[in-house]
């Protein structure tokens, strides 16, 4: 008697080749990406986690039929190698010369395939969770890949019916976000001025709808603000449309049940979020009022393949930058306010950590990272407006403050517990319902700190002093004023892995563009008005240490008629002929600098000038919150006392 059995694959990615078949692949792309791109991804979305184990927030894999690939940055190749099966998975390191793009890596298997078989191979993909440009540069690619415009040796299938990963996943999958909105109360503009100057643009570009699919620009556009969609970000999943004539928020209908009557007194029609595929159709198949073509608005870069296969014209296709873009980037008068208050409470909440923690070291006792983060976290919850942390802390003990994007875990082998001997680099941040914070600092509160960490942390300080004090043109962009950060590293043949600087949102994402202050050219974006950059050199020994110290700064004019020309919405004084218009740096972050780790021989009197202004600045700001001869209070006037410079 014979008998036959059915095995039952050992890994989620072996499961999946068992669906190639069925579906007609030679290969699935599995992306970190939600249906809007978002940095962090909601629990339902994260199935490149599910298929690899691997739980960074920045990776793509990449599942053949006799091999599966990991391509993630270089903040996380040490996660990535502790994480991932080292036996069904290979780690392509992103950036490095030698690591191919995912891209070409599958225009070359494509091709390879091809000349072997005569037909092409099939690439599966979900048209929802991968960027419009990201499948523009593929399909490049493969066309570059043979000679014959007629054949294509590789072709893109978005057709499936269902994401792969979700089949295998199951009931197991996590709920989809769902959480309410709010309103917004810091906005400073209204829903309609906004609308208003989106037309404006609309006009000129000759676009009669514009799709906004980033959820920030979303959440800005309407003065919304949820908690609960995705961890830290103050967003909720929707899109958002206009046209000449609608304003439309598409959104599950529990999501604003809340918020009805704002929106209708906004002008704001809800439509359900899986219409918006069927919105763009049908305003395709129409004409306005003067009989023109209509053009779809989108920013390839920020918004799904599955809205940009819609638009089969290019004529029918405006792909830029969205007005909505610099508008957020640039923050009015009344969200500047709140950007400051949220950082002069997060400093206070600082306060009350930073002695606590000294105190703990000082009495011999060894804190872990994870508790660090926690009773953090705990102080910035008492202050008024506090909502949630702006992204996960990173507090690296020793080593681990070499990882860039480290987090600490209970049942993590990393895990480690500072000490007086060891140093701690802490990243982290607050949203505020008025404002964003996020501020790095590096202590050591023992008394054998070596000359060599001196040095290095004083030559990061010089770094962030040298940025903060730069005066620059108007229509400078970023990657400019990089260098001036890293000078005093490269006077002594140093340097740092990650860009200086990044946008940061007002009561919204942490990271927002589209301004960067990184030795990546590529980002010609001008620096300007109104914008909140963050300046944080550092400097990184792997396996011993990690030194990074960050403010947030404003952008400003010098010229203090400039700003109120600004904050009033009137054009600028007209210059004489030769003359420019200058800007220049405004510290948001109200937060003490270690003064005992710094090298006075290396310090010039401007720079210990500046450090003292500095530190009187965040007494004046931050004292008033503390109750006078607490330990809080205590150590913050020890922390803004003058520096002694004998």
């Not at 019916?161 to 309103?183: H, M, Q």
């Not at 140093?494 to 942490?510: E, F, I, K, R, S």
Request: glycine share 6%; proline share 4%; hydrophobic share 35%.
């Amino acid at each position: 008697m014979s008998s036959s059995t059915t095995s039952t694959p050992s890994t989620p990615e072996m499961a999946l080749r068992q669906l190639f078949d069925q579906h007609n692949l030679d290969c699935y792309i599995v992306p970190s990406d939600d249906p809007h791109l978002s940095e962090y991804t909601p629990e339902a979305y994260k199935r490149r986690q599910f298929i690899t184990e691997f739980g960074g927030s920045a990776g793509t894999a990449l599942i053949f039929r006799e091999q599966a690939k990991l391509w993630t940055d270089s903040r996380y190749y040490n996660e990535a190698n502790l994480q991932l099966d080292g036996d069904h998975w290979d780690l392509m390191k992103q950036g490095l010369p030698e690591t191919p793009t995912i891209s070409n890596y599958i225009a070359d298997a494509a091709k390879e395939h091809y000349e072997s078989y005569k037909k092409p191979f099939r690439i599966g993909m979900d048209p929802f969770v991968h960027a419009a440009s990201f499948c523009k540069e593929l399909e490049k690619a493969l066309d570059e890949k043979i000679d014959n415009e007629d054949d294509k040796c590789g072709i893109l299938e978005t057709s499936l019916t269902n994401n792969l990963i979700d089949e295998l996943w199951g009931e197991s999958r996590p709920a989809l976000p769902n959480a309410p909105f709010r309103v917004h109360e810091h906005a400073g503009k209204t829903v309609a001025e906004k609308v208003k100057a989106v037309r404006e643009q609309m006009a000129e570009k000759k676009a009669t709808m514009a799709v906004f699919s980033a959820l920030d620009d979303v959440a800005y556009l309407f003065n919304i603000r949820a908690q609960g969609d995705i961890d830290t970000c103050p967003v909720g999943m929707a899109y958002g449309v206009i046209t000449n004539d609608q304003v439309m928020l598409l959104c599950d209908k529990e999501k604003v049940a809340n918020i009805q009557e704002y929106l209708n007194e906004a002008g704001i029609t809800v439509k359900p979020y899986d219409a918006v595929l069927d919105q763009i159709k049908e305003h395709l198949e129409t004409t306005d009022e003067n009989t023109k073509r209509p053009k779809i608005w989108i920013d390839t870069t920020r918004s799904n393949y599955a809205i940009r296969s819609l638009i089969q014209e290019d004529k029918q296709l405006l792909d830029c930058q969205t007005a909505v873009t610099t508008m957020k980037a640039c923050k009015n008068a009344v969200e500047m306010e709140g950007m400051k208050r949220a950082h002069v409470v997060d400093g206070a909440a600082m306060a009350h950590f930073i002695s606590w923690l000294q105190e703990q070291i000082s009495s011999g006792k060894k804190v872990s990272e994870v508790e660090i983060d926690v009773v953090l976290r705990n102080y910035r919850s008492q202050q008024p407006g506090y909502i949630e942390d702006s992204f996960p802390t990173i507090a690296g003990v020793g080593s681990n403050g070499a990882i860039i994007h480290y987090r600490a875990k209970e049942d993590s082998d990393l895990m480690k517990y500072l000490d007086a001997e060891s140093s701690i680099l802490i990243d982290s941040g607050g949203q505020y319902t008025y404002g964003t914070t996020d501020v790095t600092r590096t202590w050591h509160f023992g008394e054998k700190i070596s000359p060599e960490f001196k040095q290095y942390y004083t030559r990061v300080l010089k770094g962030n002093i040298a940025m903060d004090s730069m005066i620059f043109p108007t229509n400078t962009p970023g990657f400019v004023l990089d260098v001036f950060a890293r000078k005093s590293l490269w006077d002594a043949q140093l340097d740092y892995g990650h860009g200086t600087g990044h946008g940061v949102g007002a009561a919204l994402n942490v990271h927002e563009g589209p301004q960067s202050i990184s030795p990546r050219w590529g980002n010609k974006e001008f620096l300007k008005k109104g914008m909140v950059v963050s300046n944080e050199p550092g400097y990184y020994e792997d396996g011993n240490f990690g030194i990074r110290i960050e403010n947030l700064l404003e952008i400003t004019y010098v010229n203090n008629d400039d700003n109120l020309a600004y904050d009033q919405e009137k054009e600028l004084s007209v210059k004489p002929s030769g003359k420019k218009t200058f800007l220049k740096f405004q510290k948001l972050t109200m937060i003490p600098i270690q003064k005992n780790l710094i090298d006075l021989e290396l310090m010039s009197s401007t720079e210990l000038d500046w450090l003292d202004a500095y530190h009187q600045e965040v007494w004046e700001k931050v004292s008033p919150l503390l109750e006078e001869g607490s330990s809080a209070y205590q150590w913050l006037q020890r922390s803004c006392d003058k520096i002694k410079r004998t």
